[in-house]
């Protein structure tokens, strides 16, 4: 295991940020964003997909579960956000496993509420709040 570390100083650095992202990317398909509400998780997601040239309006899934988005490539990208998600068995109802078991990049928020369903081969990120305001992102790819 790998880990990587960015550093966010301000919301003007997000994209550069999503450029370091992206350049792990090829490595990975399936992301788990943890970090305390409000710590940018959001954003750092949002980020990424403008820098991999999506195109329609980025938000957070947070009532719909799940987007779906395309990137420049015609890749297939989903955002999940389970913070609203009460049951493991809500998570099967919805088609989890088509879409994390499909060849898209799978983004997700609030993953610590399911898991053990997460695929071993799932992307760990960290997002933490320093003391000057900056996020420490942390990713931890499996190679």
Not at 4 to 12: F, M, N, Q, V
Not at 93 to 118: H, K, Q, R, T
Request: proline letters at 3%; aromatic letters at 14%.
């Amino acid at each position: 295991m790998n880990e990587y570390r960015i550093t966010i100083k301000g919301l003007e650095d997000y994209p550069r940020a999503a450029r370091e992202f992206a350049k792990l990317m090829d490595r990975a398909r399936i992301f788990a964003f943890y970090g305390k509400m409000g710590s940018g998780k959001t954003t750092l997601i949002k980020s990424i997909c403008e820098e991999l040239g999506v195109e329609d309006t980025i938000n957070s899934p947070t009532f719909a579960i799940v987007n779906e988005y395309e990137d420049r490539e015609q890749r297939t990208i989903f955002h999940f956000d389970f913070y609203r998600i009460k049951s493991l068995e809500e998570v099967y109802n919805m088609g989890y496993e088509e879409y994390v078991y499909s060849d898209a990049f799978c983004f997700m928020e609030w993953p610590e509420l399911i898991e053990e369903l997460l695929p071993e081969e799932t992307t760990k990120v960290y997002i933490e709040e320093n003391s000057e305001g900056e996020r420490e992102v942390r990713v931890l790819l499996n190679d």
